[in-house]
C-alpha cells in the first residue's frame, strides 16, 4: 500500500537548528508527492514529504502485532538527514514506512537516521491486523541447549608447541614440584 508523509516544520527554540522536523502524519493510499506544502500559518508549515509503499512480508508477523499492539497502534517512519541545496532546501528525505516495530529498532541503532513512531490510521491499522490474521505462525519456543563438555579434563603438560619455554604455562604451580620431596 502506498503511504504518505506529512512533515510539520516549525521554528526551533534551539539556538543551533533553525527549524525543527517532526512525523505528524501517514496518509493511506496517497498520491505522489514531492515535499507539496498542504498548510502553512504562524512559521508552521506541513508538507505532503514523500509517498512510499508500505510492504508487508509474511515472516515479520511478530513485530507487526507489536506495533499494533502499542496505544496507540503505530508505523514507523525512517528520515534520512540530507545536505540542503538551492534544489531541495529541505533537511530530510523520507527514506522508509514500516509497520515493522523490529525494522524500526534497526534503524535507531545504527544512530544516522531518525526513527518516527507515528499512530496508524484505523484503516491502515485493520489493513495491517488483517494481513497478521491471515499469515502470522505462533513459532514454539525451543530452549538451547549446551553442548555437554567434560570440564574434568587435565591440561598439564600441554603447551604452545610454538613457544620455547622449560616449563608448561598452562600448568598449575604445585604440578612443578618434584614428587616425593619435602618442603
Known sequence: MHVGVVIRRSPSISRWAKWSWKVVDVLPGA???????????????EYHAATLPLTLHRRETEAYKVALAMEPPSVYVVLRPTEPDDDDPHEYKVFLVTASSFEAQDYLDSG??????????????????DFVDEHHVEEEFKKRRRDRIDTDLSEDGRGDARVRQTADVFRAPGALKPKGTIH
Open 31 to 45: 498520491p505522489d508527492a514531492d515535499w507539496r506544502v498542504l498548510r502553512e500559518g504562524n512559521g508552521v508549515t
Open 112 to 129: 544516522e537516521e531518525i526513527v518516527e513512531q507515528v499512530p496508524a490510521p484505523p484503516g491502515l491499522v485493520a489493513w495491517i491486523r
